[in-house]
């Protein structure tokens, strides 16, 4: 039997009624919103309050983001179409500053070719640095600029020697020119020795994971307490990127280097005014130790009797040969130097020598040597 037309409009619309309701339920309204209409926001929920390790981090990168600056060297190089001589950026680099007159501390190798240097502080002030005193050996530098009170705050500077591995670091700088950047890591070990660009091995070098990047160098690398324990100076990359390891120069070297680079303009060390005879010579006498060639008139060697190399009846009469001071083994002229550099102007020492073949002693008091 046929059903009435009535009847079987009133079916669908109420079919299409069910399906309208269903949606609805499924999908809720964006079953009927056009599709360039945004939709909602999702509601936010609270995070609550930071961490406490987080809130150190951001008090560190606070107190001391305003003590680190961004240094810029620029060299002069011979126009490639013509023969003047034009300005070309060298390289970059960061650096902090050391007191309220002016003055920054950063790593030699960050300014050592340059002509010009420029320095950017935290407030974006740029201004021209000179150097005031450098010393390769360590790879420090200190430069003077000559910038508002209001913008120079002095970082606090913590020590060194008491470091454990394991221990939290930050490092702030500015790496790939990208300013006031914080990172974190510990330090993974202590006690590391690294060449500076004279060749020279500095000692007692902080080894930390946190990540440092080409233009971090010279930039202050702090402990929890926020305080300078070390200056980042290298990375240990092939591709010159970071990979895990860096170096830092540690604080108390930087202690003991840039007062005299403000006070003289170069490290005074500690000597016993000695000259020495070149290493690879001595290497072919099969001299172990290192052999002396003259001894300072009046000078502190004089004094203790050190035996200089002579000839005699037209022979070669080797001088005295140091082989320790003080009990640690010298081996070459870097290790007498870097040994020296831990005793002070006036210190008395003991040398290990062998004198004509034979086991000696002297006692030495260190003076100032040029």
Request: no cysteine; charged share 20%.
């Amino acid at each position: 039997m046929k059903q009435p037309s009535g009847n079987r409009n009133l079916s669908s619309f109420i079919l299409l009624l069910g399906i309208a309701v269903g949606l609805w339920f499924l999908f809720g309204d964006k079953a009927w919103r056009s599709p360039n209409e945004p939709a909602d926001p999702r509601p936010v929920t609270a995070r609550g309050d930071l961490a406490e390790d987080e809130k150190n981090t951001i008090d560190i990168f606070r107190e001391n983001a305003p003590s680190v600056v961004y240094i810029t060297s620029i060299a002069l190089r011979r126009s490639l179409f013509s023969v003047n001589a034009v300005e070309i950026p060298q390289g970059t680099g960061s650096g902090f500053v050391w007191d309220k007159k002016g003055r920054i501390v950063t790593n030699y190798h960050v300014i050592s070719d340059a002509s010009r240097i420029r320095v950017t502080m935290s407030d974006q002030s740029t201004y021209k640095a000179v150097l005031v005193g450098a010393d390769p050996d360590k790879d420090l530098a200190v430069l003077q600029v000559n910038a508002p009170q209001q913008v120079l705050k002095p970082i606090a500077v913590g020590e060194s020697e008491n470091l454990l591995v394991g221990q939290k670091v930050f490092a702030i700088g500015n790496p790939f020119g990208l300013d006031h950047t914080i990172t974190s890591g510990i330090i993974s070990a202590l006690g590391r020795e690294i060449n500076a660009i004279t060749g020279r091995t500095i000692r007692g070098v902080i080894q930390t994971d946190a990540a440092i990047n080409p233009g971090n160098s010279g930039g202050p690398l702090l402990d929890s307490a926020g305080r300078l324990i070390g200056v980042n100076t290298a990375i240990y990359s092939p591709s010159g990127a970071y990979a895990g390891i860096g170096f830092a120069v540690p604080v108390e070297a930087v202690n003991q280097v840039v007062p005299d680079l403000i006070t003289y303009g170069r490290m005074i060390r500690p000597g016993i005014g000695i000259t020495l005879v070149d290493e690879r010579i001595a290497a072919r006498l099969g001299v172990e130790g290192v052999l002396i060639r003259d001894v300072e008139r009046s000078g502190p060697a004089d004094r203790a009797g050190l035996q200089p190399t002579r000839m005699y009846r037209g022979e070669i009469v080797l001088g005295d040969i140091i082989t320790g001071i003080s009990g640690e083994s010298v081996r070459s002229f870097d290790d007498l130097r870097t040994i020296l550099d831990n005793f002070k102007i006036g210190d008395e020492v003991e040398l290990q020598l062998l004198r004509d073949g034979q086991p000696a002693t002297a006692r030495v008091r260190l003076e100032p040597v040029n």
